[in-house]
Nanobody, 126 residues
Framework: QLHLVESGGGLVQPGGSLRLSCAAS????????IGWFRQAPGKEREGVSC????????NYADSVKGRFTISRDNAKNTVYLQMNSLEPEDTAIYYC???????????????????WGQGTQVTVSS
């Protein structure tokens, strides 16, 4: 079966860091752009960051620019989201998803993404 699995979430104090991983099972990630999205209770799903197939192109939400870094290791079939200087407003369930495109680009709009992981909870609280 084809799965995306997120990991690395947890409880962290404000100002702390976490690294999320998105690993693929049963298929190769390198042919897809990958996006990270999050959804907090009572709020709409929002794009956090995305990375193109080669890793050459990335995008970030304004709210995370300068704090989060997306990267990928195609040899390990994994995409990462390094989150630094975490704030309580970053509390949400974080999801990764695949975007099938022949171009080396990515988008931040979630309807474009077709395969999703189950999510990992990130809680930022003192």
């Amino acid at each position: 079966q084809l799965h995306l699995v997120e990991s690395g979430g947890g409880l962290v104090q404000p100002g702390g860091s976490l690294r999320l991983s998105c690993a693929a099972s049963g298929f190769t990630l390198r042919v897809y752009a990958i996006g990270w999205f999050r959804q907090a209770p009572g709020k709409e799903r929002e794009g956090v960051s995305c990375i193109s197939r080669s890793g050459s192109n990335t995008n970030y939400a304004d709210s995370v620019k300068g704090r989060f870094t997306i990267s990928r290791d195609n040899a390990k079939n994994t995409v990462y989201l390094q989150m630094n200087s975490l704030e309580p407003e970053d509390t949400a369930i974080y999801y990764c998803a695949t975007f099938a495109t022949v171009r080396d680009m990515c988008v931040m709009t979630w309807p474009e993404y077709d395969r999703w992981g189950q999510g990992t909870q990130v809680t930022v609280s003192s």
